[in-house]
T-cell receptor
Framework: DAKTTQPPSMDCAEGRAANLPCNHS???????VYWYRQIHSQGPQYIIH???NNETNEMASLIITEDRKSSTLILPHATLRDTAVYYCIVSRTTSGTYKYIFGTGTRLKVLA | EAQVTQNPRYLITVTGKKLTVTCSQNMNHEYMSWYRQDPGLGLRQIYYSMNVEVTDKGDVPEGYKVSRKEKRNFPLILESPSPNQTSLYFC????????????FGQGTRLTVV
């Protein structure tokens, strides 16, 4: 019962911006949006998270729409090492705990 | 270096032979959890722990046990492994249960024959 919808795959040219969309139309007011990526079968790596404001760090930018029903992860200058599966996650609150529900993600392929 | 360490990285075992996968974190994190990853199903949470001696079931707890006797360690125990537990397992830790980033281990690939 993943609460997010992502395209299964995307390609991006090396050096160009990669824009990865995510729909989370049932998000609740206190739920955050997280992005992680997984390179090959390594452990997922945290990228960024946000509640309603746009966020930026050294890896990426996160743009959340005003109604919070969708978001976009932007990798400003994609490199071959950014080839990975990207997961958009809405943290779910259950009985006071915060857990991740992983969907199947977007497989991003950066092309030389 | 902040890290989550799992051992072993690879394991092949036989049905019914008890095994333990260890997980240790060096960040003094309160919140730890175990996931399994299967093709087409993504990562699913098995168990989690909010602090020492506090554990609870995730979405797929059947056939697994955990313990949290020390803050840094969160072992995953398979009392009687079966072939349907063949999977890639990840341990993760977070500073607390609130909105902080999670750190994942490198994974344990388990095959039960």
């Amino acid at each position: 019962d993943a609460k997010t919808t992502q395209p299964p795959s995307m390609d991006c040219a090396e050096g160009r911006a990669a824009n990865l969309p995510c729909n989370h139309s049932t998000i609740s007011g206190n739920e955050y949006v997280y992005w992680y990526r997984q390179i090959h079968s390594q452990g997922p790596q945290y990228i960024i998270h946000g509640l309603k404001n746009n966020e930026t760090n050294e890896m990426a930018s996160l743009i959340i729409t005003e109604d919070r029903k969708s978001s976009t992860l932007i990798l400003p200058h994609a490199t071959l090492r950014d080839t990975a599966v990207y997961y958009c996650i809405v943290s779910r609150t259950t009985s006071g705990t915060y857990k991740y529900i992983f969907g199947t993600g977007t497989r991003l392929k950066v092309l030389a | 270096e902040a890290q989550v360490t799992q051992n072993p990285r690879y394991l092949i075992t036989v049905t019914g032979k008890k095994l333990t996968v260890t997980c240790s974190q060096n960040m003094n994190h309160e919140y730890m959890s175990w996931y399994r990853q299967d093709p087409g199903l993504g990562l699913r949470q098995i168990y989690y722990s909010m602090n020492v001696e506090v554990t609870d079931k995730g979405d797929v707890p059947e056939g697994y046990k955990v313990s949290r006797k020390e803050k840094r360690n969160f072992p995953l125990i398979l009392e009687s492994p079966s072939p349907n537990q063949t999977s890639l397992y990840f341990c993760a830790s977070r500073r607390d249960r609130e909105h902080t980033e999670a750190f994942f281990g490198q994974g344990t690939r388990l095959t039960v024959v």
